[in-house]
């Protein structure tokens, strides 16, 4: 059974950092694209960061040269870690990956999220 479980959110002020962790189970980690994917009320999902094992990543135009995601094969953990945080970095944060399959169906998994809130 896969589980995304994520951990790390909370309330922070302008200006601070805040590391999240998501820690996979019941598939074969290593093996996909890892994403980070955060959802603000009356906005849209947007793409965070995403990894893959070899270590290529993507990021948001938004967080680019404040977060950094990486990830630890071993551990079946990926992570965010958010510096410089903004009140528009505001937030639930999932943790998400597509398995593929044969015939071009996808499904879609998705950790609970975990909020993060940035104010003073």
């Known amino acids: 059974q896969v589980q995304l479980v994520e951990s790390g959110g909370g309330l922070v002020q302008p200006g601070g950092s805040l590391r999240l962790s998501c820690a996979a189970s019941?598939?074969?980690?290593?093996?996909?694209?890892m994403n980070w994917i955060r959802q603000a009320p009356g906005k849209q999902r947007e793409l965070v960061a995403n990894?893959?094992?070899?270590?290529?990543?993507n990021y948001g135009d938004s967080v680019k040269g404040r977060f950094t995601i990486f990830r630890d094969n071993a551990k079946n953990t990926v992570y965010l870690q958010m510096n410089n945080l903004k009140p528009e970095d505001t937030a639930v944060y999932y943790c998400?990956?597509?398995?593929?399959?044969?015939?071009?169906?996808?499904?879609?998994?998705w950790g609970q999220g975990t909020q993060v809130t940035v104010s003073s």
């Open positions: 990894i893959i094992s070899g270590g290529i990543t």
């Open positions: 019941g598939f074969t980690f290593g093996a996909y694209w």
């Open positions: 998400n990956f597509i398995r593929r399959h044969f015939g071009g169906s996808a499904t879609d998994y």
